[in-house]
C-alpha cells in the first residue's frame, strides 16, 4: 500500500528534474534552403539575418545541410578577408554540426572560392550561460569574457542542479 502513495511522488519527481537541467537546442542553418549561395535578390545579408533571428546559448548546436560546398569556421580577420588557409574547422560531407562550446562569436564562411564574397558567410553570437553565483560583483561587461576558447562551466553548474533536485526529491521521499 505504501509504493502505491510513493508512485506519485516520484513521477513528480522525475517530471521535476526537467525544469533543472539546461535544455540545448539544435539550430538547421538557413531553414528550408539550407548552407546554400544566396541569390541576388536575398541579398549579401542572408544568413546573418537568419542568425539575428534566434538566440543561441553554450551547449547549442547549428547543423549546416548542403550540396556540393563546405563549411569553415574561422577567425574574424579570416571571415572578413572571405578566405582561410588553416580554418579553425573545415567539413565538405554535406550534413555537419557544430557545437557551440563556449560564449562569444563565431565565423562561418563557405570554402568554395566566391561563395563567401557573394554572401555565404555568419557570424553567430553565443550568450553566456547565467551561473548559480551570478549576481552581486559579476561583470557581465568584462571584455576578458569575450570570443574566449574556455568553457562556461554549462555541465557543471546544470549537473550541480540536477543533484541537488534529486536530494530535495529523495528527501520528500522519504517522509513517507
Known amino acids: 500500500m505504501a509504493s502505491i502513495s510513493r508512485a506519485p511522488l516520484l513521477i513528480l519527481l522525475l517530471f521535476s528534474l526537467n525544469f533543472f537541467t539546461v535544455m540545448s537546442v539544435e539550430f538547421l542553418v538557413g531553414e528550408e534552403h539550407g548552407w546554400a549561395l544566396p ?3 536575398e541579398g549579401d545579408q542572408r544568413y546573418n539575418e537568419w542568425a539575428s533571428k534566434h538566440r543561441f546559448k553554450v551547449g547549442d548546436t547549428i547543423h549546416f545541410k548542403y550540396q556540393k560546398d563546405s563549411i569553415m569556421v574561422v577567425t574574424e580577420e579570416e571571415y572578413n578577408k572571405c578566405h582561410s588557409s588553416h580554418p579553425i574547422l573545415f567539413s565538405n560531407n554535406g550534413d555537419t554540426i557544430v557545437s557551440l562550446d563556449r560564449p562569444g562569436l563565431f565565423f ?12 555565404q558567410k555568419m557570424i553567430i553570437k553565443v550568450l553566456e550561460l547565467p551561473s548559480p553565483d551570478s549576481g552581486a560583483g ?27 533536485a534529486l536530494t530535495v526529491g529523495l528527501f520528500i521521499v522519504s517522509l513517507f
Do not use: W, Y
Open 39 to 41: 541569390s541576388s535578390k
Open 108 to 119: 562561418f564562411i563557405s570554402g568554395v572560392t566566391g561563395h563567401c564574397e557573394r554572401g
Open 138 to 164: 559579476h561583470n557581465s561587461t568584462d571584455p576578458s569574457n569575450n570570443n574566449s576558447s574556455s568553457s562556461s562551466g554549462a555541465d557543471s553548474s546544470s549537473g550541480v542542479l540536477q543533484m541537488a
